[in-house]
């Protein structure tokens, strides 16, 4: 059974830890801002490394072919003035032409995608875990980041989120993790 103190410290503790995480930066201790964001995740993402476009036009083997070449399993579809009309992904591509018999190099990639009008998007400020609560509801596995202008500027995947809220994690603990062992929870355990 535990103490008082320590049902009155513990919830304390992980409400601080919710809040603030700590890095060095020369020597000195200084809080994080508060909570991940999209842009963060995308730019650990192997989309921001990538074109992550196809033109709607364009026959579903080029689609095919990104996804091939870059191991990805969705890219954001543009119109012939380059902007965002809707996403492609690897599942448009087994259920709308494998298994009904097409052939990729014959249907044009705006007849199997999913149109901007139904599209599930967020903004680059929103945070991590707002992006995987979208996800989530609507069982999507990518999630389109538009600007205020409705220019498409990024793609996450849910494991590119995954990874962030991750080391999110694994930081907090570590601080933590440091500070009960009389390390001082800003100095870190490298």
Known sequence: MLSLASRVAR????????RHQFQLTAGFAQTVKEGL??????NKSCYSEMDYTVNEDDPVFAAVQKF????IGCLVTVDSAGKIS?????????CK???????????????ISTK????????????VSDCMAKMLMKDIRHLPLLDESGGVVGIVS??????????EKEDAIRTLSDF????????GSD
């Open 11 to 18: 919830p304390i503790a992980t409400q601080a830890a919710r």
């Open 37 to 42: 964001t999209a842009t963060d995740a995308w």
């Open 97 to 111: 032409i494998a298994l009904l018999g097409k052939t990729s190099k014959d249907v044009a990639i705006k007849e």
């Open 86 to 94: 809707g996403v492609v992904s690897e599942r448009d591509y087994v």
């Open 158 to 167: 849910i494991k590119d989120l995954v990874k962030s809220e991750l080391k």
């Open 116 to 127: 901007s009008a139904n599209l599930i998007t967020a903004s680059p400020g929103e945070t």
């Open 180 to 187: 009960a062992l009389g390390k001082g929870g800003h100095f």
């Open 68 to 71: 091939a070449a870059y191991n």
